[in-house]
Nanobody, 124 residues
């Protein structure tokens, strides 16, 4: 069973950057597609970014495209989310999630393994 632990969240001023990490346990990590989602207070969880098992294909929501970069290091069982040009609208709890590679990368339902989340707060 794969377990996911996020880190790297915190408080940053608008225009700043943060890099989130998601460390996975379990030998099957390289075979999973990994996604990042976020949930702001009073809002539904939304897709942010995803990366296929090989790292060769990535997917982004329109709201973060060009500002965020998702990557993975299968040797370290870790996926990253580099977040630049942050705005207060990016404030949320960020979750990483894993699913079997293939098909829908943007919906939350296919992801069956979730971390507990890390808080990102962007001040204006």
């Amino acid at each position: 069973q794969v377990q996911l632990v996020e880190s790297g969240g915190g408080l940053v001023q608008a225009g700043g950057s943060l890099r989130l990490s998601c460390a996975a346990s379990g030998r099957t990590f390289p075979s999973f597609a990994m996604g990042w989602f976020r949930q702001a207070p009073g809002k539904e969880r939304e897709f942010v970014a995803a990366v296929r098992w090989s790292g060769g294909s990535t997917y982004y929501s329109d709201s973060v495209k060009g500002r965020f970069t998702v990557s993975r290091d299968n040797a370290k069982n870790t996926v990253y989310l580099q977040m630049n040009s942050l705005t207060p609208e990016d404030t949320a709890v960020y979750y990483c999630a894993a699913k079997v590679d293939g098909a829908d990368y943007r919906g939350s339902s296919p992801y069956n393994i979730w971390g507990h989340g890390t808080q990102v707060t962007v001040s204006s």
